[in-house]
């Protein structure tokens, strides 16, 4: 069974622009999640969809949105790229099955702002 | 607002000795937490979720405990070796309907030959 994916691997913009970053979900897996994980300030919560809808968001700015896709595949768009925003962002799924809500995550995109 | 933390925060022992990585959080209130390992720069691999209602998991040379009223939780690695080496991060899960994970800082292992 493939696991959570994540393109591209690395992504390199200049501040000012946007930046759209992709995630497929295990196969049968509806909820999706968007973490960022910047050098000194550990992994935060960013961004939760199911079912097409976003459930939950962390404390960013509205530059950062995203949605879901009718196959439960997700995109993260950051706008208006700020040097800060250099991180690794990684995605996760999961599915509610007998009350679990495992999350597996995927390899990450590094997005690097100069 | 939930704080998790992890002591210590690095930790370089020598091949075959059995550890304990401490993960503390300051609400009680949880709904499940799980143990990932993070090899540099990449993604997490998950490697037990213990419920709030349990006290423990097992897998392999890995077993989790929880203790959930006194907000803490640990990990303990059996006979480590060379290939243990990375960042454990401990994250909890606060609620039914509140699917983020809260993760705490980290424990950067290193287990040398």
């Known amino acids: 069974e493939a696991g959570v994916t994540q393109s591209p691997t690395h992504l390199i913009k200049t501040r000012g622009q946007q930046a759209t970053l992709r995630c497929s979900p295990i196969?049968?897996?509806?909820?999706v999640y968007w973490y960022q994980q910047a050098l000194g300030l550990g992994l935060q919560f960013l961004l939760w969809?199911?079912?097409?809808?976003?459930?939950n968001r962390g404390n960013f700015p509205p530059r950062f949105s995203g949605r879901q896709f009718p196959n439960y595949s997700s995109e993260l768009n950051v706008n208006a790229l700020e040097l800060e925003d250099s991180a690794l962002y990684l995605c996760?799924?999961?599915?509610?099955?007998?009350?679990?809500?495992?999350?597996?995550f995927g390899p990450g995109t590094r997005l690097t702002v100069t | 607002k939930q704080e998790v933390t992890q002591i210590p925060a690095a930790l370089s022992v020598p091949e075959g000795e059995n550890l304990v990585l401490n993960c503390s959080f300051t609400?009680?209130?949880?709904?499940?937490l799980q143990w990932f390992r993070q090899d540099p720069g990449k993604g997490l691999t998950s490697l037990l979720l213990?419920?709030?209602?349990?006290r423990e998991q097992t897998s392999g040379r890995l077993n989790a405990s929880l203790d959930k009223s006194s907000g803490r939780s640990t990990l303990y690695i059996a006979a480590s070796q060379p290939g243990d080496s990375a960042t454990y991060l401990c994250?909890?899960?606060?609620?039914?309907?509140?699917?983020?994970?809260?993760f705490g800082t980290g424990t950067r292992l290193q287990v040398f030959p």
């Open positions: 996760a799924s999961s599915l509610e099955f007998r009350g679990l809500y495992e999350q597996y």
């Open positions: 196969s049968g897996h509806t909820s």
């Open positions: 969809y199911d079912e097409g809808e976003e459930r």
């Open positions: 609400d009680s209130a949880i709904y499940n």
């Open positions: 213990i419920q709030s209602s349990q």
């Open positions: 994250a909890v899960r606060q609620g039914y309907n509140t699917d983020k994970l809260i």
